[in-house]
């Protein structure tokens, strides 16, 4: 189980607002099917009619703890919120406990036994159904399993044994699109260097951080400022610092189109399993400043520093099922350089990023990968002879229930050479102060590199397994800054 770093900010409030809308309607078969639904009891909530697109938005801070249960193959087995919750969990022996809460109680009560010949009472749990569950103790990143085994009863409800399983058989046939802001005090946060600090805003005019820092709404800004101590082998002894901060809105990308789902192979005649469209990625705005002044003594090398640790399991509702997203960010700075070389520069970047993997059944996964962010220099000067290049960045993880499927490296970034000439002359015989001329050129560009990877564990969605890791590929740009003459 992850160890988490101790919650840094307020407590989340209300999630952020719907951001695709669009509502499914009820099961016709609906009523006929009650007595055999995994909770008759629960939300009569169905994903029936395929015609229309699951809702998806942020889960309400009332869904904290929802369940979907879904009965594969049976009738009236379509996914459905349920009073189910997942009471324990352990993750080695994955076995589950499984209660649910009476009407008109707060405690959870056990779910009782199965029936004779095979079959379940209504709300009870059974041998085949597929649970998808928001986190809850021992599962900090929600819980998708399949029962594979009713062991019995206990005092909090019913132990199960439990085994992996995909979203397919959950979302079945059904199509869900949207992207959804994460809410920035949600976020739990481990501060890395001593001077590194946190600011985000939200509605209701609701605000977290050093007094005076203006934060956009929605969004996530880190404030670091520390020296850079001399990387060993440097060639020269150097003192520099950084100063600066990075501010993200990150919003989650997720969308399934089970068309693969029902359709059949025309030479075989079989149905083929999986969706036929998926894609999990993560988006938003992108701004940060950031100065670099002094002696870089760094290497060729890249020494990179993280200075702060972020994460947040947001849970996506979609249509019934509540689907657990794990967000990471590590912010940190990179400079490589020869350690000759001295700025004093400072600059301003704005824009936006997104990076995922696609799924298609004729394709397979493929990377997205796009950045478009633009900078301006508020300060520059390099002098000496030499070369240094930094950067201010984040490195980003995005997975479901625990599995990491998108990593994503996003790094602004400053690069300056200078090239030149120093001489000295005295005059012979003389006492006089000897004089110093120097001639060369300098160049200042900014520039960004994202990169990243898509995991085995995309699979997740129901797709074919990916058999090793596929870059998403270097996204590269860069343009000059500034130049002059020394």
Known sequence: MRKRPSRALVPALAAS???LAAGCSADPGQSSAAARTPDAGASATSTANSDQPLAVAAAPAAAATSTAVARPGAAGG???KTSLKVKSYDSHTRRAVISTVAKGTSSPSPTGTPTPAGTTAPGRTAVGDVIASAPAPGAPDGLLAKV???IGETADGTEVQTAPTTLDTLLGDDDAKGTVPVDP???DV???LPDVKVSWAKTG??????????VPLGSL?????TKVATAEGAPASADASVSGFVQVKPEVDFSYGGGASTASTASTGSTASGPGAAYLGISGDWTSQWALKGRAGATAKPVRLPFAKLHADPVLQVGPIPVVVNLDLTCYFEISGDGRVTVDVEQDLKGDFKAGGTFGTAVGWTPVNESHIDSSPVRTSVTTAGSVKAALGAQATVGLYGAVGVTADLAPYLRGEAAGTVTATTPAGSGTKSDVAASGSWALYGGLDLSGTLQIQLAIFGTPVIQHAIPLGTLHREWKLADGKM
């Open 221 to 225: 800004r880190v404030d670091v400022a």
């Open 78 to 80: 379509k996914a459905r």
């Open 205 to 214: 005019d609701i605000h977290s951080g050093p007094e005076g820092t203006k």
């Open 185 to 187: 005090a949600s976020f």
């Open 148 to 150: 594979t085994k009713v």
């Open 190 to 192: 481990e501060r890395l």
């Open 17 to 19: 607002a719907l951001f």
